[in-house]
């Protein structure tokens, strides 16, 4: 079945430590987004990539990075850099011109 | 700057009651706007909206666009247990790169 695989589910990070976030997609899609979610705040965009080996920074951009080295995968790393890292963090994909995302399950992180 | 604001923030109901859920926007360039619901993880698609006036209907759940006006409302009726979940509107504005722009979302609760 076609879809978008984040893991891990949970994590937890000592402050000053980086951490990375994978997205796997197999739906073919151009297009894909990371986005933080706090409560209270909806959705709030970090990176996208519609083609690999680019990628654009999106509103939240400070204290993150990431890849787009194969056309599946979109990994995000948290650095240290990120002052409040704790968070509900979604990968999201879309064809280049399509409808609505496909959305993983997502990974909450936790600073401790 | 596109924007989203939706209200309310939050909403307890009992079952059987019936719902609206408005979402406002600010855009530049309207190209779509939709609605999520998000349960435990991953946000899942509900409507897509292009044209005013046109309502989309699936099962107890409708929802319709006002491009005049800036707005869409999400309707629910005879509400369910599982129906509650945070409803997210998102907008599709001004861009090729397929970028949603997310309102805070609506936290729905429905009590038995």
């Known amino acids: 079945d076609g879809g978008i695989t984040q893991s891990p589910k949970y994590l937890f990070r000592k402050e000053g430590q980086n951490v990375t976030l994978s997205c796997e997609q197999n739906?073919?899609?151009?297009?894909m987004y990371w986005y933080r979610q706090d409560p209270g705040q909806g959705l709030r965009l970090i990176y996208y990539?519609?083609?690999?080996?680019?990628?654009q920074k999106g509103d939240i951009a400070e204290g993150y990075s990431v890849s787009r080295e194969k056309k599946e995968s979109f990994p995000l790393t948290v650095t240290s850099a990120q002052k409040n890292p704790t968070a509900f963090y979604l990968c999201?994909?879309?064809?280049?011109?399509?409808?609505?995302?496909?959305f993983g399950s997502g990974t909450r992180l936790t600073v401790v | 700057e596109d924007k989203v604001v939706q209200s309310p923030l939050s909403l307890v109901v009992h079952e059987g009651d019936t719902v609206t859920l408005n979402c406002s926007y600010e855009?530049?360039?309207?190209?779509?706007l939709l609605w999520y619901k998000q349960e435990k993880k991953a946000p899942t698609f509900l409507f897509m909206l292009?044209?005013?006036?046109i309502e989309k209907k699936s099962g107890r759940l409708s929802s319709i666009l006002d491009k005049k006006e800036l707005f869409s409302i999400l309707n629910i009726t005879a509400t369910q247990t599982g129906d509650s979940a945070i409803y997210l509107c998102?907008?599709?504005?001004?861009?090729?790169?397929?970028?949603?722009?997310f309102g805070q979302g609506t936290t729905l609760q429905v009590k038995p």
């Open positions: 999201a994909s879309t064809p280049l011109v399509g409808t609505g995302y496909t």
């Open positions: 739906l073919n899609h151009d297009a």
């Open positions: 990539s519609q083609i690999v080996n680019d990628f």
């Open positions: 855009v530049t360039n309207f190209r779509s």
């Open positions: 292009t044209s005013s006036g």
């Open positions: 998102a907008l599709h504005g001004s861009s090729n790169t397929g970028k949603l722009i």
